[in-house]
């Protein structure tokens, strides 16, 4: 049979391929031809993935509950993915910089659009039934979030608002700024303004890890490398539109669909039910409380000081 000059130009690039590291093209051949077809389920790990689900209940809709949440940390893992790619380039540029900004808004929109089923998707009666197996775990405690926020600003962003100016402009350490991050004031005691055992848990596990990151990502994360930029590529209007939506989609969008779906199981008048780790709910997911903000150089006065009244404006009153 004769060798097309295709399939003797790749056997060739094969061969200078194994050659330099050393290995044997043959050998690598045999394998190829021993080897069975790839099946899809074997490359998704389908059953593996579909044997996750483990309900503390009986009550169908936790399975919802627990599916829903693994596909929220999958999307986190894939912004998590395009902040190593952009952390690990040598040279960014703003087209790279943008296209990776734009797949990152992909993800979260998609989050965001999908939360319904979260707010409409479980009966209430189950919910408030099974959520009671759930203590004290609570969704404020992924970790792959909490990167996302480091990843995409300079870690002042991420102080508590009321303390932020003290270390502003100064070179305090991550790990002194780790204590006043604002997320640790969302998860107290309503009654006592305690630490919460869900905080208590979260910070055993992931804080070192969290305070590495951050280090690690203290030159590298987004906000510092769109400042690295040419002036001219700073000035990108579609660039900085993308930055701005990221700021929302992660600041407003996101934590006010968690407010829509709570609001829904568990505002009842007089009182409100606690969340299943004790956060502040009420307080703490609200952007006009927590003013977070990855980028406010880039927004004007009016729309910091209207921070999430958009998404009020149009989730509440249709407008």
Avoid at 9 to 38: C, I, P, T, V
Avoid at 280 to 304: A, D, G, H, I
């Amino acid at each position: 049979m004769e060798l097309k000059p295709e399939l003797v130009e790749r056997l060739e690039a094969l061969e200078k391929k194994y050659n330099a590291m050393g290995q044997d093209l043959m050998s690598y051949l045999d394998g190829l031809l021993y080897a069975d077809y790839l099946t899809y389920w074997d490359y998704i790990h389908a059953d593996t993935l579909l044997s996750l689900q483990n309900p503390k209940t009986k009550f169908p809709d936790e399975q919802i509950f627990i599916i829903y949440h693994q596909i929220t940390e999958l999307y986190f893992k894939l912004c998590l993915s395009e902040f190593d790619q952009l952390a690990s380039r040598e040279q960014v540029d703003s087209s790279f910089l943008l296209r990776r900004v734009e797949r990152i808004n992909n993800y979260f929109e998609n989050l965001v659009r999908s939360f319904d089923i979260m707010v409409d998707g479980m009966e209430p009666e189950q919910f408030l039934k099974f959520r009671m197996s759930l203590l004290p775990a609570s969704g404020f405690q992924s970790a792959q979030y909490r990167m996302i926020e480091i990843c995409a600003t300079d870690f002042i962003r991420l102080v508590d608002k009321d303390i932020r100016a003290k270390y502003e402009n100064t070179s305090t350490p991550i790990r002194e700024l780790f204590e006043f991050i604002y997320w640790k004031a969302g998860a107290t005691e309503l009654a006592t303004g305690k630490k919460t055992l869900t905080l208590r848990q979260f910070e055993e596990k992931y804080a070192d890890t969290l305070i590495r990151y951050a280090e690690d990502f203290k030159l590298t994360n987004l906000w510092q490398l769109y400042q690295r930029l040419p002036e001219a590529e700073k000035n990108n209007q579609q660039l900085i539109n993308a930055l701005k939506l990221l700021d929302v989609n992660v600041n407003v969008n996101w934590p006010l669909s968690h407010y829509k779906s709570a609001v829904r199981y568990l505002q009842k008048d007089p009182q409100d039910i606690a969340a299943t780790g004790g956060t502040n709910w009420q307080k703490y997911l609200p952007p006009r409380f927590q003013k977070r903000v990855f980028y406010p150089t880039l927004w004007s006065e009016q729309e910091l000081n209207e921070w999430g009244k958009a998404w009020v404006k149009r989730e509440v009153f249709g407008s």
